[in-house]
């Protein structure tokens, strides 16, 4: 009775607003001489907006079979895919040339965001394999960028946990990201030498709180100056590694990455744009733990789920980069 109304009103509406949307975007054609696909990339700047509009509302939401399923194309079958598109469309390419190279950037972003998913997920999958030369190759050269001055004495050595590693073997600390783990760290101690430098140093260096009038009132100074010592915020600089690759890893998973990669990569987001989002997020973390002045390493988890809902909300703005100032983003011209 009640329940079958309100159904009813409901499917009355959809089917109601699905005709009156394409009536108005026939009656809109008609007016402008352009379809959807050319209003978009014509009236909206390249980058995530213009990219998740085709992809999200012109293409998926299509009725056409076609164009539903041109997100998910091959990259060599993108070119044919733009021509095919043109001719459903009733486009001419040399009187609109400019439509074909939007939407063929625009195509290998979306196409490159999901190969991209697949390949760092090939790497996380992997595990760290202490009998092949190539992954041991790995972890020698990231103690090297780490620690150029100071040779390692053993494979199997408790200097490790100088560069943050549980203990004497870091083979068992990659388990939860396997080599995409490895491949993070040893991208920032290479690319971004100086700052995962610094960090590490940070890292090593506990920070202590210093003793207020209110807290001094509360405890004999005798008793803090034991307690100030027992807050050292120092962490595990490898360990957090491995630790946001797996934040970065969920971020990209999720869709949530989609916003910077779309306005940082000009065409097919790679595992370099990647790597570089990691470094961005090493370096943030660092300042935003130190922000966060915490107690001692019992409230990383704590800290982690903030970091990780403020960079979710940076996301949501449809004009972020979190790392403009890489290299490819220089390249985002209006295509």
Known sequence: TLSFDRMFVQVCLYFYCKCLWRC???VVRKLTGRCELQRICYNIKPGASRTMKIAETSLRGSK????QTSVGVHL?????TIDDIMELKKINP???P?????LQAC????????NLIAEVEKLRREPYDSENPQHEELLLKLWKCLKPDSPLEARISKQWCEIGFQGDDPKTDFRGMGLLGLYNLLYFAEWDSAVAQQVLSDSLQPKYREVTKEE?????KAEWEKKKFDKAIGYSFAIVGINITDLAYNLLVSGALKTHFYNVAPEAPTLSHFQ????YLMHEFHKFWIEEDPLDIMEFNRVREKFHKRILKQLQNPDMALCPHFAASESLVNI
């Open 276 to 279: 570089q989002t990691f470094c």
């Open 107 to 114: 195509l290998l972003q979306i196409v490159g965001y999901r």
């Open 76 to 80: 060599d079958a993108i070119e044919k």
């Open 64 to 67: 056409n079979k076609l164009l």
């Open 94 to 96: 040399d009187i609109n």
């Open 216 to 220: 001094l009132s509360k405890i004999s």
């Open 98 to 102: 400019q439509l074909g190279v939007s």
């Open 24 to 26: 108005l975007k026939f």
